[in-house]
């Protein structure tokens, strides 16, 4: 009799622990939630326009950044960038030539307090179209607020920590959604808008079919991250100076980033810039330098960072989409010798790697499918958010948050959270809000009967 009785006994142990740790999960992708939708609705909006940030930039400043085409040749690019000066006094620290017939070309001017100011001309004839504050066009003031980079350097943890939490939100997602014998909810929505049911199974479904582009997206966007993010670049790049490992960079070298000059790809934010080995001669004008750089086959849409000084370089540099016409070059500024010269190719294989994750989460990738294939997925992702809080409010009891009830058996709690911890050692900031987290959820419960909420 005791045999057959502990028989019996056993599939309602196993379905207990199971229910246990259905209801663990479910709590802690109830936490992961509520630490992320906020800002995961922040990024999907921002990140859905930055997609199209060249036609969104082209259309709003289309009166300084678009000219005429005309058969007559540019004018020299000093007497472009000596027209700039005129309108903006200051120092020219950056000049970007047309990138198209059509285009207009740019000069980064610094003034006496440190303020740079992009002015705007007309290649053909050196005149002024406008000027716009450094950084200050729409979709880079969108790019500061999608990393949260905006406000400072704290913030941008917070991202980093948000990331994690997605990896975390998509991971216990798909556990809660395995299909379990329902009929529905698996892949179908059933009920009507007045429903839970309705939103649980659009969230769910949402969440299934998004899930791994959510995934993709969180952990591309990890190398921008603030802890994470600088130590995987030191790793991937090695301490050659920033550069990937293999580069030529025998030259005496500078204490200034490539990152500082303007924006770069992730792979050389670390990346430091050489010296000029030669400072007793004449130095070279920039229209020898644009020559030069034309001469080596920069493509076109490259900038320039004009010398900083006596032993200063002009740097070339290019980020196109298609990520295998990437370059940086640095001349010297009396010689007009490239002192470094690389280019995506001489990327070790997870700086490539990387590259091509953060090239098609900025959705370059591919061209205009990419674009609209990120765009979807920012669109899931706010009816993720939305379907939550829904969900959510019809769940929560009156006066109550509506966190999911403790687990019937209180060790499930710690197994989940044990596994969760996995991501918290990759992760370090995810690891602290993690343990801070968890911290709050004893606290507050460890009065709390199972099955409670």
Same mark, same amino acid.
């Given at each position: 009799?005791?045999?057959?009785?502990?028989?019996?006994? *056993?599939?309602?142990?196993?379905?207990?622990?199971?229910?246990?740790?259905?209801?663990?999960?479910?709590?802690?992708?109830?936490?992961?939630?509520? $630490?992320?939708?906020?800002?995961?609705?922040?990024?999907?909006?921002?990140?859905?326009?930055? @997609?199209?940030?060249?036609?969104?930039?082209?259309?709003?400043?289309?009166?300084?950044?678009?000219?005429?085409?005309?058969?007559?040749?540019?004018?020299?690019?000093?007497?472009?960038?000596?027209?700039?000066?005129?309108?903006?006094?200051?120092?020219?620290?950056?000049?970007?030539?047309?990138?198209? &017939?059509?285009?207009?070309?740019?000069?980064?001017?610094?003034?006496?307090?440190?303020?740079?100011?992009?002015?705007?001309?007309?290649?053909?004839?050196?005149?002024?179209?406008?000027?716009?504050?450094?950084?200050?066009?729409?979709?880079?003031?969108?790019?500061?607020?999608?990393?949260?980079?905006?406000?400072?350097?704290?913030?941008?943890?917070?991202?980093?920590?948000?990331?994690?939490?997605?990896?975390?939100?998509?991971?216990?997602? @798909?556990?809660? #959604?395995?299909?379990?014998?329902?009929?529905?909810?698996?892949?179908?929505?059933?009920?009507?808008?007045?429903?839970?049911?309705?939103?649980?199974?659009?969230?769910?479904?949402?969440?299934?079919? %998004?899930?791994?582009? $959510? !995934?993709?997206?969180?952990?591309?966007?990890?190398? #921008?991250?603030?802890?994470?993010?600088?130590?995987?670049?030191?790793?991937?790049?090695?301490?050659?100076?920033?550069?990937?490992?293999?580069?030529?960079?025998?030259?005496?070298?500078?204490?200034?980033?490539? &990152?500082? *000059?303007?924006?770069?790809? #992730?792979? @050389?934010?670390? *990346?430091?810039?050489?010296?000029?080995?030669?400072?007793?001669?004449?130095?070279?004008?920039?229209? %020898?330098?644009?020559?030069?750089?034309?001469?080596?086959?920069?493509?076109?849409?490259? &900038?320039?960072?004009?010398?900083?000084?006596?032993?200063?370089?002009?740097?070339?540099?290019?980020?196109?989409?298609?990520?295998?016409? =990437?370059?940086? $070059?640095?001349?010297?500024?009396?010689?007009?010798?490239?002192?470094?010269?690389?280019?995506?190719?001489?990327?070790?294989?997870?700086?490539?790697?990387?590259? #091509?994750? $953060?090239?098609?989460?900025?959705?370059?990738?591919?061209?205009?499918?990419?674009? !609209?294939?990120?765009?979807?997925?920012?669109?899931?992702?706010?009816?993720?958010?939305?379907?939550?809080? &829904?969900?959510?409010?019809?769940?929560?009891?009156?006066?109550?948050?509506?966190?999911?009830? !403790?687990?019937?058996?209180?060790?499930?709690?710690?197994?989940?959270?044990?596994?969760? *911890?996995?991501?918290?050692?990759?992760?370090? @900031?995810?690891?602290?809000?993690?343990?801070?987290?968890?911290?709050?959820?004893?606290?507050?419960?460890?009065?709390? =009967?199972?099955?409670?909420?």
């Amino acid at each position: 009799m005791t045999t057959v009785s502990t028989a019996a006994a *056993a599939p309602e142990r196993a379905d207990r622990r199971a229910a246990s740790f259905y209801r663990a999960v479910w709590r802690w992708h109830f936490y992961a939630g509520l $630490i992320t939708l906020p800002f995961l609705i922040l990024l999907a909006v921002t990140g859905g326009l930055y @997609l199209f940030r060249a036609e969104i930039d082209g259309l709003i400043h289309r009166d300084l950044k678009q000219v005429e085409a005309r058969a007559t040749g540019e004018r020299p690019p000093t007497e472009i960038v000596a027209q700039a000066v005129k309108t903006f006094a200051g120092q020219p620290v950056k000049y970007v030539p047309p990138e198209t &017939a059509s285009a207009s070309a740019e000069v980064t001017i610094r003034d006496a307090a440190g303020a740079r100011m992009v002015v705007y001309v007309d290649p053909y004839n050196a005149r002024v179209l406008g000027q716009i504050p450094d950084r200050g066009t729409v979709m880079w003031v969108i790019r500061q607020l999608h990393s949260l980079a905006y406000f400072g350097p704290v913030a941008n943890g917070v991202i980093e920590i948000v990331g994690g939490w997605a990896i975390l939100l998509v991971l216990t997602g @798909l556990y809660l #959604w395995w299909p379990r014998r329902q009929s529905g909810g698996v892949l179908s929505v059933r009920g009507k808008p007045r429903q839970r049911v309705f939103w649980r199974d659009l969230h769910a479904v949402t969440g299934v079919v %998004a899930g791994g582009f $959510i !995934l993709f997206l969180a952990i591309t966007g990890m190398p #921008w991250s603030v802890l994470w993010g600088a130590k995987v670049n030191q790793w991937a790049n090695g301490n050659n100076f920033g550069y990937p490992a293999g580069v030529r960079v025998a030259v005496p070298m500078s204490d200034e980033h490539l &990152a500082h *000059a303007g924006p770069t790809s #992730w792979s @050389l934010e670390q *990346a430091k810039v050489p010296e000029s080995a030669s400072t007793g001669g004449k130095p070279i004008d920039l229209d %020898a330098a644009v020559a030069a750089f034309d001469r080596l086959g920069l493509t076109r849409g490259y &900038a320039v960072n004009l010398p900083g000084g006596p032993s200063g370089v002009y740097t070339g540099s290019v980020y196109p989409k298609d990520m295998a016409f =990437q370059r940086v $070059i640095h001349l010297d500024q009396y010689t007009a010798k490239p002192l470094i010269d690389m280019s995506y190719a001489d990327y070790g294989p997870l700086g490539k790697a990387l590259e #091509w994750g $953060i090239n098609v989460h900025m959705g370059q990738e591919f061209g205009l499918a990419n674009q !609209l294939l990120m765009l979807a997925v920012c669109l899931a992702i706010i009816l993720l958010a939305v379907s939550a809080l &829904a969900m959510w409010w019809k769940r929560r009891p009156q006066g109550s948050l509506g966190v999911p009830p !403790l687990p019937g058996e209180r060790g499930t709690m710690r197994v989940v959270l044990g596994l969760l *911890a996995v991501g918290g050692i990759v992760f370090p @900031l995810v690891g602290l809000s993690l343990i801070a987290m968890g911290l709050v959820d004893f606290i507050a419960t460890r009065n709390v =009967q199972p099955g409670r909420t």
